[in-house]
């Protein structure tokens, strides 16, 4: 991996049992963002996961323990340990859910504006369809949101988004709590904690591509996390 090029950023790809997206997801990043490094966490995929990826070339790591967040806690761990110094850290999902190209405009927002600490993709916007996304998964998202942003304070149109470019400097020294689908949540604090502005712009947003891993059981475990972090 390169070290301390100015402005590129480095893709974390949380992934398990997605060789019908990763392929496509690794495509479009290098297809957009020129020179982007990208580290793929793999959480013990049983199917062509790890083979596509690194035939891509992508560089893979094999996750210790299980959850998005826990995936995103050993990369930030990883990236540390290597003393690999990104400008920026992209996240964004292994399914080709979220649209690459957007993360363009991301980058130009950090680059432009030094209070911004986070750019965040609202996929729920004049082009979202609701074909995209089950109509039970919507209605819990659109619950979750108000729940965030009412408790927390954190107002965000999208907050569970899984499309973000932020710095470096934000999560460098961070030991994420939550180890699922909450690692959000958790996220949008860690950004407020370091007294940075969180911007969002509209995406649009694919249906899937393979099996989805969210149900709607993880909706009770955000929920827990955003009453956790109103009490900090």
Known sequence: MNRERPHVPLAIVAAMNEEEGIGPTIAELWQYVKNIEVLVVDGNSRDNTVRIAEDMGANVIFQEGKGKGDAIAQAIRHINLHGI???????????????????LRMIDIL???????????????????LEAMHDMFYAGNRFLAFAHNLMNGVALRDP?????????????????????FDIEVELNHQVERKKYDIVEIPIAYRARMGEKKLKMRHGATILKRILLEARN
């Open 111 to 129: 680059n432009e504006k030094p209070s911004v600490g986070m750019v965040c993709g609202n996929r729920f916007n004049s082009h979202f369809h």
């Open 85 to 103: 110094e990104p400008s920026y850290v992209a996240l964004t999902d292994a399914d080709y859910t979220y649209p690459a190209k957007f993360m």
């Open 160 to 180: 569970l988004t899984g499309l973000r470019v932020l710095r470096w400097e934000i999560i460098r020294d961070w030991v994420p709590k939550s180890t699922g």
